[in-house]
């Protein structure tokens, strides 16, 4: 079986289905494979004229408009391509205020974090493991675990 990638940025085509407008940078509310999180996109590659099947750049993406973009989201998923499997490639847009579903993500492939490992100072580290030793009902994650 493959392995599961871990990304918190995703390529992925995107449905509106919204009055207002998508745009860069506006946090949302995502649902994927059952997680909830913050995301927003942070790029259009382009929109996708449905009727002509081509493609143009945009800033935003209006009411009906299918658009390729990268999103980020605010922690780092389990995710697949949307081919590969609809639970983890798939997900939902939902308005922070109304708590409306507003637009679908469709992944089309996960990107690389930029910090493929965790980095920690050597004050984190020491830190870490005071608290777990002295507050264990904290219930800290060893962070030194995390590193590569």
Request: with cysteine; charged share 20%.
């Amino acid at each position: 079986s493959e392995s599961v990638t871990l990304a918190n940025q995703v390529l992925a085509d995107i449905v509106w289905m919204a009055e207002s407008p998508l745009t860069v940078g506006r946090e949302y509310d995502i649902k994927i494979a059952g997680n909830k999180t913050q995301g927003q996109v942070i790029g259009f590659e382009h929109q996708i004229d449905i009727n002509k099947l081509t493609q143009f750049s945009t800033e935003q993406l209006s009411l009906n408009g299918i658009a390729l973009a990268k999103v980020k989201f605010n922690k780092t998923l389990a995710i697949d391509s949307y081919q590969a499997c609809k639970d983890t490639g798939g997900f939902i847009i939902i308005d922070r205020l109304t708590n409306v579903t507003v637009g679908a993500g469709m992944v089309r492939q996960p990107l690389e974090n930029n910090q493929t490992q965790a980095n920690f100072s050597q004050f984190e580290l020491e830190l870490n493991a005071l608290i777990r030793k002295h507050f264990p009902h904290w219930n800290s994650s060893d962070i030194s675990k995390l590193l590569g």
